[in-house]
């Protein structure tokens, strides 16, 4: 099987290639560089330059390396941003996904594998987020996730296409230093950054409806995320008919003041300590999957715990940001 992989040189992409490549299927990848690396991508697996809006290259590539399914990562993923740019936002992420979904159809590509996102729910008033649990994106990029999804189950059903959405919860980690996140989006390089630059690292919001007044989340390492997209890449291979829409978590909660002190002892710098800052807007009290689904779908389950993806996540931060 080939497998096209768009955005397959980013911080997700270029791990899912990794578990395709590791686990013996062909793949090639789509990637405009914008934030993807080329330096990401194992020996021998092929790059194409170009984005997801050009029909023109989406042809071509697929034609080219007589592609039998489609992996869709590149996306636009910042929540604040997506509020800022919400035509861009839809652009590149439902635009980007149509198109990579025409030229799939008219190739005769049977099989799509689509990232989507915890981001779907918005503010789950739940313990375990369920994928029947009511779908109420808080923002334009959540919005494009949720469309997406609705554009891949329909096209799969319209073009008999095997399809899968995958609802990313909280990535971090890294199989590799060279593989670590570039990005400071997210409350674990942020942290990093912090402590790096000699200062507290902040909590957004202790008042909330949680154990300790943190927001929980469900932090799960790439490699698993990785190892899911092959658990899955296989099943759409095997099952024409497959339509799924599933959690990738560990089904296990964390609270920011629990990471904030595991990424202080992983990194050694306990000084200053976390200063609470105020709540961010549109951030939910909790938001921790239930894996039930995807356990039983695609027999997969998270094998690494929260210091590993800590620990992974600083070993390629000291990469990036080497200190004296
Ligand atoms: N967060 C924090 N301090 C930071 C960065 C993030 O307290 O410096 C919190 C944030 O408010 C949220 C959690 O960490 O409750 C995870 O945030 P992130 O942006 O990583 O992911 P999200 O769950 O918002 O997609």
Request: aromatic share 6%.
């Amino acid at each position: 099987m080939t497998w096209m992989i768009t955005g397959g040189a980013g911080y997700i992409g270029s791990h899912v290639v990794k578990a395709l490549v590791d686990g013996g299927e062909q793949v090639v990848v789509l990637d405009d560089l914008s934030t993807g690396d080329p330096a990401r991508l194992p020996e021998g697996v092929r790059l194409e330059r170009g984005t997801v809006l050009d029909r023109d290259v989406l042809d071509r590539v697929l034609r080219e390396n007589d592609v039998d399914g489609v992996i869709h990562i590149a996306a636009k993923k910042q929540v604040g941003e997506s509020v800022e740019r919400p035509l861009h936002y839809y652009r590149e992420n439902v635009e980007g996904l149509r198109t990579v979904l025409e030229a799939a159809a008219e190739a005769g590509v049977r099989r799509f594998l689509f990232s989507s996102s915890a981001a779907v729910y918005g503010m789950p008033d739940v313990d375990l987020v369920t994928e029947q649990t009511e779908c109420l994106p808080m923002s334009p990029y959540g919005e494009t996730k949720l469309a997406g999804e609705w554009l891949v189950s329909a096209v799969g059903k319209a073009h008999g296409m095997a399809t899968a959405s995958l609802r990313y919860f909280n990535v971090a980690g890294a199989a590799t230093p060279e593989l670590g996140d570039p990005g400071i989006f997210n409350l674990v390089p942020m942290v990093f950054e912090r402590l790096t630059d000699g200062k507290a690292p902040l909590i957004f919001g202790d008042d909330y409806a949680t154990p300790d007044g943190t927001c929980v989340r469900d932090y799960i390492h790439v490699e698993d995320i990785a190892t899911a997209h092959l658990a899955a890449a296989r099943r759409l291979a095997a099952d024409p008919d497959a339509a799924l829409i599933l959690n990738i978590g560990r089904g296990e909660g964390a609270s920011v003041a629990e990471m904030v002190d595991i990424i202080r002892d992983v990194t050694g710098i306990t000084e200053p300590a976390p200063e609470v800052a105020p709540r961010r807007a549109g951030d939910p009290a909790r938001v921790v999957a239930s894996a039930e689904l995807i356990t039983k779908e695609l027999d997969w389950s998270a094998r690494h715990d929260i210091r590993a993806m800590i620990t992974s996540a600083w070993e390629g931060w000291l990469l990036r940001h080497p200190r004296d």
